[in-house]
């Protein structure tokens, strides 16, 4: 797993790997420059289009003015707009522009015009990962004019403005792409920042993840491959009843979509035998969906024992049976998989939280989250009250959404690397229960049924998306999941 390193302490990692590589901070900033260079060459292959890097006095200006050398021995039209005299500078930002050519154009900010050509690059290398204070004087002025421009935007590291680890207090600059080093910042993953950091891009410029596990806190970004490890594999003499005996819950009359999502769901994720528990007047909707799919009856709920997983709450209303669910909790001791309408119930009687049995998983998005929590004023805050949350009830808490957080009880927290805004359809969160739910009855342990699960129901919401964009619905997610399989060589 990628560990996401506090801002206080990337400093700390830098010295600690140019200690460990016997490098100097020089040459850091060079591989950093390269990585990004290697990037940008890639995806922009239009050496004509003129580049403007903004370059603050610190190292970030100095990561912007190695770029600036790299792009220019490259045929790229380059120019440097800085806002300190040289003397003002960090010493690697020194060094990185007494190595400059004599021909680049550099400029001072408080003489430049911005008056850009139509199609241009602005290159923010302003602040970096160590700011502790809304912008102010000429940095929000800048800022305020670079948002104003029509350009391609990218921030090196991370939008100058965004506190590393914190909730912005004022304006940043509004990155189409952030490149950043080595992991994300914690608060580029916040929904309150989607308007500044544009497209996340992250580069690797040669810190190990031992080095980074070091000096992290317990938050990890989940990667391919991450995912490989925590994946079963069965063999060519495996039944179905290895691949897991699993039942969904839920649906209401007149709203049985929901639970037979979840019910396909399951079945696409591998599930051997999927039960499906609806009320009595929609009991034969299943055999229309997917004839896979077997109805389960009444009585056939005195027999949890017979479920290796179970999942609760899609499409169930919240008028449903409470004795019945709190009975299910007392009954089924093994993890379960608790969503939507479960997950309101759990609110109006938190008393059933008690009665969760250990490891369960709860996935709400942040609604759902709040009715359970209280309000919170800020991503930074539900991240804090998720981890709480996980702590008490000896649960794990799926925080959906971009970048969706999972809280373990042992106080981790991951960050799903999958998933884009098409998959915010009706829908695509009974879909993620089915997945889970099938990851579970296959004999996954809860942490690696959440962590596959999130990252297999984004992966298949961005195949899906692949030819549907905005058209793209739940049911092309469902369809999409066995192509994660064979994207992540899980067979």
């Given at each position: 797993?990628?560990?996401?390193?506090?801002?206080?302490?990337?400093?700390?990692?830098?010295?600690?790997?140019?200690?460990?590589?016997?490098?100097?901070?020089?040459?850091?900033?060079?591989?950093?420059?390269?990585?990004?260079?290697?990037?940008f060459?890639?995806?922009?292959?239009?050496?004509?289009?003129?580049?403007?890097?903004?370059?603050?006095?610190g190292?970030?200006?100095?990561?912007?003015?190695?770029?600036?050398?790299?792009?220019?021995?490259m045929?790229?039209?380059?120019?440097?707009?800085?806002?300190?005299?040289?003397?003002?500078?960090?010493?690697?930002?020194?060094?990185?522009?007494?190595?400059?050519?004599?021909?680049?154009?550099i400029?001072?900010?408080?003489?430049?015009?911005?008056?850009?050509?139509?199609?241009?690059?602005?290159?923010?290398?302003?602040?970096?990962?160590?700011?502790?204070r809304?912008?102010?004087?000429?940095?929000?002025?800048?800022?305020?004019k670079?948002?104003?421009?029509?350009?391609?935007?990218?921030?090196?590291?991370?939008?100058?403005?965004?506190?590393?680890?914190?909730?912005?207090?004022?304006?940043?600059?509004?990155?189409?792409?952030?490149?950043?080093?080595?992991?994300?910042?914690?608060?580029?993953?916040?929904?309150?920042h989607?308007?500044?950091?544009?497209?996340?891009?992250?580069?690797?410029?040669?810190?190990?993840?031992?080095?980074?596990?070091?000096?992290g806190?317990?938050?990890?970004?989940?990667?391919?491959?991450?995912?490989?490890?925590?994946?079963?594999?069965?063999?060519?003499?495996?039944?179905?009843g290895?691949?897991?005996?699993?039942?969904?819950i839920?649906?209401?009359?007149?709203?049985?979509?929901?639970?037979?999502?979840?019910?396909?769901?399951?079945?696409?994720?591998?599930?051997?035998?999927?039960?499906?528990?609806?009320p009595?007047?929609?009991?034969?909707?299943?055999?229309?969906?997917?004839?896979?799919?077997?109805?389960?009856?009444?009585?056939?709920l005195?027999?949890?024992d017979?479920?290796?997983?179970?999942?609760?709450?899609?499409?169930?209303?919240?008028?449903?049976?409470?004795?019945?669910?709190?009975?299910?909790?007392?009954?089924?001791?093994?993890?379960?998989?608790?969503?939507?309408?479960?997950?309101?119930?759990?609110a109006?009687?938190?008393?059933?939280?008690?009665?969760?049995?250990?490891?369960?998983?709860?996935?709400?998005?942040?609604?759902?989250?709040?009715?359970?929590?209280?309000?919170?004023?800020?991503?930074?805050?539900?991240?804090?009250?998720?981890?709480?949350?996980?702590?008490?009830?000896?649960?794990i808490?799926?925080?959906?959404g971009?970048?969706?957080?999972?809280?373990?009880?042992?106080?981790?927290?991951?960050?799903?690397?999958?998933?884009?805004?098409?998959?915010?359809?009706?829908?695509?969160g009974?879909?993620?229960?089915?997945?889970?739910?099938?990851?579970?009855?296959?004999?996954?342990?809860?942490?690696?049924?959440?962590?596959?699960?999130?990252?297999?129901?984004?992966?298949?919401?961005?195949?899906?998306?692949?030819?549907?964009?905005?058209?793209?619905?739940?049911?092309?997610?469902?369809?999409?999941?066995p192509?994660?399989?064979?994207?992540?060589?899980?067979?």
């Open positions: 797993m990628l560990s996401i390193i506090p801002g206080k302490k990337v400093s700390q990692l830098d010295q600690a790997h140019i200690q460990r590589e016997g490098i100097s901070g020089l040459e850091l900033m060079e591989s950093a420059a390269n990585a990004f260079v290697s990037w060459i890639d995806k922009f292959k239009s050496p004509e289009v003129p580049i403007y890097i903004f370059c603050g006095p190292n970030n200006g100095g990561d912007g003015i190695a770029i600036a050398r790299l792009l220019y021995q045929g790229y039209q380059i120019s440097i707009i800085k806002f300190e005299h040289l003397s003002n500078c960090s010493s690697n930002f020194q060094a990185n522009f007494n190595r400059l050519p004599k021909t680049i154009p400029m001072d900010f408080d003489t430049f015009e911005f008056i850009l050509p139509e199609k241009t690059f602005v290159i923010d290398a302003v602040l970096g990962v160590g700011l502790d809304p912008l102010s004087g000429i940095y929000l002025d800048l800022i305020l670079l948002n104003g421009l029509s350009a391609t935007k990218i921030a090196i590291d991370i939008p100058s403005g965004i506190p590393s680890d914190g909730v912005l207090v004022g304006d940043a600059f509004h990155a189409d792409y952030s490149v950043t080093f080595q992991f994300p910042k914690l608060a580029m993953l916040f929904p309150e989607a308007l500044y950091t544009g497209e996340i891009i992250i580069v690797d410029i040669g810190i190990s993840d031992g080095l980074l596990n070091q000096f806190e317990d938050k990890f970004f989940i990667q391919k491959k991450d995912l490989a490890i925590r994946h079963k594999f069965f063999h060519k003499f495996c039944h179905k290895d691949f897991g005996r699993v039942l969904l839920g649906g209401s009359p007149g709203k049985v979509g929901a639970i037979l999502m979840a019910s396909r769901a399951a079945l696409r994720t591998g599930s051997g035998l999927v039960h499906c528990h609806l009595g007047s929609e009991s034969s909707s299943s055999l229309v969906v997917a004839p896979e799919i077997m109805a389960v009856t009444d009585s056939e005195e027999m949890l017979n479920f290796d997983a179970i999942g609760v709450g899609p499409g169930w209303g919240i008028q449903n049976d409470f004795s019945f669910f709190e009975s299910l909790l007392k009954r089924f001791r093994k993890p379960v998989v608790i969503d939507a309408d479960g997950l309101n119930t759990l109006l009687y938190p008393h059933l939280l008690k009665l969760l049995p250990e490891q369960s998983i709860l996935t709400p998005h942040f609604k759902e989250f709040e009715r359970l929590v209280g309000d919170c004023s800020n991503h930074l805050e539900r991240l804090e009250k998720a981890r709480s949350f996980s702590r008490k009830n000896n649960c808490l799926i925080l959906k971009a970048f969706t957080s999972i809280s373990l009880p042992n106080g981790k927290q991951f960050f799903n690397s999958t998933g884009n805004q098409y998959m915010a359809t009706a829908g695509s009974d879909v993620l229960t089915g997945i889970i739910t099938s990851f579970l009855g296959q004999g996954y342990s809860s942490e690696n049924a959440a962590i596959c699960g999130v990252y297999h129901h984004g992966l298949a919401g961005e195949l899906a998306s692949v030819s549907k964009k905005r058209g793209m619905i739940a049911s092309d997610i469902i369809e999409a999941i192509e994660t399989f064979v994207q992540m060589q899980v067979f």
